[in-house]
């Protein structure tokens, strides 16, 4: 990203062809160092084949996982990253993982219940009966607020941590289930379009084939 890079990211994706993956929480991560303007580089952990050295410095093998160059520290954990990062660099502030409003909390529990439920029976009606319920929270948060991001005037780590789910909600249940988040929902659908317009998001874009690409594995698995 940068020539000289702060912190080197390890994401899910292709070393080979140094494409990005579909990982919601390594989204998150490279977010909050699009919006902080952190210098940083980019590398890529194929999930089918992860280096020894992942484990070495991330036992459970997830990522992302980031190195800090300067301090020569590795952090793992969505979460714990962006504390890390918030306390790194202070400014512009994003608040912490937990960081307020705490609205769409149970929306990816909701989402993968609704997407691997079987299709067309009385299960999946009231699984995405409950998935509605949490992007209504949602909406009905932005409504009566009045503000154009949950974190406010400019997006916080609420932002940053729900904005790339709800990316995975609309295309894998668009392309698995042929369903749509509802058009009466239209706070969300804006907050949608206007968290994506922001240069963070396009510098840390995946395109919609990955998202379906990473669920069929899950699906299929």
């Not at 512009?92 to 989402?111: I, T």
């Not at 009566?144 to 790339?164: H, I």
């Amino acid at each position: 990203m940068a020539a000289n890079p702060i912190i080197e990211s390890y994401v899910k994706g292709n070393p080979e062809t140094h494409e990005r993956g579909d990982c919601p929480f390594s989204h998150r991560a490279l977010l909050t160092l699009a919006e902080k303007h952190v210098p940083y580089k980019e590398e890529y952990i194929d999930f089918n084949n992860k280096p020894k050295w992942l484990f070495d410095v991330n036992p459970k093998g997830s990522v992302p996982v980031i190195h800090d160059l300067e301090a020569d520290k590795w952090v793992p954990d969505s979460s714990e990253i962006v504390d890390y990062l918030e306390d790194r660099f202070p400014d512009p502030s994003l608040g912490k993982h937990d960081a307020p409003p705490h609205v769409g909390e149970k929306l990816f529990p909701s989402f993968v219940a609704a997407l691997k439920a079987k299709k067309d029976t009385d299960e999946e009606s009231k699984k995405i009966g409950v998935l509605v319920q949490e992007l209504e929270a949602i909406n009905n948060h932005l409504r009566d607020n009045k503000t154009p991001y949950l974190g406010g005037e400019r997006p916080n780590q609420a932002d940053l941590g729900l904005a790339p789910k709800l990316y995975h909600v609309e295309v894998a249940m668009r392309e698995f289930k042929g369903w749509e988040i509802p058009d009466l929902l239209s706070n969300l659908k804006e907050y949608n379009q206007r968290i994506r317009s922001r240069d963070s998001w396009k510098q840390t874009y995946y395109p919609e084939e990955k998202v379906v690409q990473g669920w069929k594995a899950h699906i299929e698995a």
